[in-house]
């Protein structure tokens, strides 16, 4: 299992509207729908939001991994939000700069690849410091070739 298979230039996303979690989260879904031609996008904002009350997907090494499964797709799709000024979920938290959304098909079957993504994603992101490098690189191909080096040295 690969990020790179699902990350792309394509969906690395600068996100300047960062007033509410809420609204991170909806401009991603509503981005990731659009780019992959879905079209239940209010759907699909909404089972993020639902997902996410459940419990914060905000971890405290600068990234968030909100994800849920869902009829609407067939197959996964994510799409990476960069907040380079950091995004703090309540005054107290740690500042979120990377944000990795994604939604994957309900089947049983797919649930397997569902948990190795998370693992993946936890995996590349667990170093804050390499967190706040990428999403100060100011550019998608850039942040795109460093996690593709990163996923690579992990996995020698």
Known sequence: MNLCH?????????????????????????????????????????????????????LPTGIAIPHTRTPDVSEI????????????ESPDSESTYLVTLF?????????????KLLAKISAIFRDPGFVKEIANL?????????IQQKERDIEE
Do not use: C, W
């Open 6 to 58: 699902y990350l792309t230039q394509n969906n690395i996303l600068f996100v300047k509207d960062t007033s509410s979690k809420e609204v991170i989260l909806s401009f991603l879904a509503a981005e990731l729908a659009k780019l992959n031609n879905l079209k239940n996008s209010k759907d699909l904002v909404q089972s993020i939001l639902t997902r996410e009350q459940e419990g914060s997907t905000f």
């Open 77 to 88: 799709a994510l799409a990476m939000g960069v907040i380079p000024q950091g995004f703090k």
């Open 103 to 115: 939604f994957s098909p309900i089947k049983d079957k797919e649930f397997g690849r569902h948990l």
């Open 138 to 146: 100011g550019d998608p191909s850039k942040i795109f070739t460093a």
